[in-house]
C-alpha cells in the first residue's frame, strides 16, 4: 500500500532564503514577534516584487 508524504521545507524557494538572510542581519531586539512577522513579510513581499518588476525589463 502507497502512503502519500508531503514534506514542506524552509526555505521552500530563493525568496524565502533571502527574506531569512536579511532577517539576520537585522536588529530584532525590542521588537514583539508580530512586528518581526511583519517586517519579514515586508522583505518577502518587496524582493516578489523586485523580481517580477525585473522580470519585464528587456536586458
Given at each position: 500500500m502507497a502512503e502519500n508524504?508531503?514534506?514542506e521545507?524552509?526555505?521552500a524557494n530563493k525568496l524565502?532564503?533571502?527574506?531569512?538572510?536579511?532577517m539576520q542581519h537585522q536588529n530584532l531586539s525590542g521588537l514583539?514577534?508580530?512586528?518581526?512577522?511583519?517586517k519579514y513579510?515586508?522583505?518577502?513581499?518587496?524582493m516578489r516584487n523586485?523580481?517580477?518588476?525585473?522580470?519585464q525589463?528587456?536586458?
Open positions: 508524504t508531503h514534506l521545507t524552509f526555505p524565502e532564503a533571502l527574506a531569512m538572510l536579511y514583539t514577534p508580530e512586528q518581526v512577522l511583519d513579510q515586508d522583505a518577502y513581499a518587496k523586485h523580481e517580477r518588476v525585473k522580470g525589463v528587456q536586458y
